[in-house]
Nanobody, 130 residues
C-alpha cells in the first residue's frame, strides 16, 4: 500500500484547508484510512478515520465540528477537510491505512488489539499562524 499526502501549507487562524491522501495498492475494498497528526514535541494522535466498507467514521474530540473526511472511490483518494483552523492544529499530518479504524487505541472497541496502522504516508506540514 502506498499513500501520498498533499495540500499542506501555511494558513491563518480561522481559515480552511483540505488535505488529500492518494492511495494505491489495496488488495480489497475493505480497509480503513485514517488521518493522524504530530505536533512538535508531542506524540502522534489520531484525527479522523473512515472504514471504507461501510463509511463509518471515527473522530478525535479536537476534530468534531471542524474537520471532516471524505472518500473518492473513483480516484482512491481520501480528503481531510479542515475548517476554523487554530494555531494548535499546527502539525505534520499523516494518512495511514490498515484493516479497520478500531485498531487505533483511541477508537478501540472491546476485543480489539490496538496497534499502529501498517501503512503510512510521508506527511504534509500544516502551519496555522497569523
Amino acid at each position: 500500500v502506498q499513500l501520498v499526502e498533499s495540500g499542506g501549507g501555511l494558513v491563518q487562524p480561522g481559515e480552511s484547508l483540505t488535505l488529500s491522501c492518494a492511495a494505491s495498492g489495496f488488495t480489497s475494498d475493505d480497509h480503513a484510512i485514517g488521518w493522524f497528526r504530530q505536533a512538535p514535541g508531542k506524540e502522534r494522535e489520531g484525527v479522523l478515520c473512515i472504514n471504507t466498507h461501510d463509511g463509518s467514521l471515527y473522530y478525535a474530540d479536537s476534530a468534531k465540528g471542524r474537520f471532516s473526511i471524505s472518500l473518492d472511490r473513483a480516484e482512491n483518494t481520501v480528503y481531510l477537510q479542515m475548517s476554523y483552523l487554530k494555531p494548535k492544529d499546527t502539525a505534520v499530518y499523516y494518512c495511514a491505512a490498515d484493516s479497520r479504524c478500531s485498531l487505533v487505541p483511541m477508537w478501540a472497541r472491546p476485543g480489539d488489539a490496538p496497534r499502529d496502522f501498517g501503512s503510512w504516508g510521508q506527511g504534509t506540514q500544516v502551519t496555522v499562524s497569523s
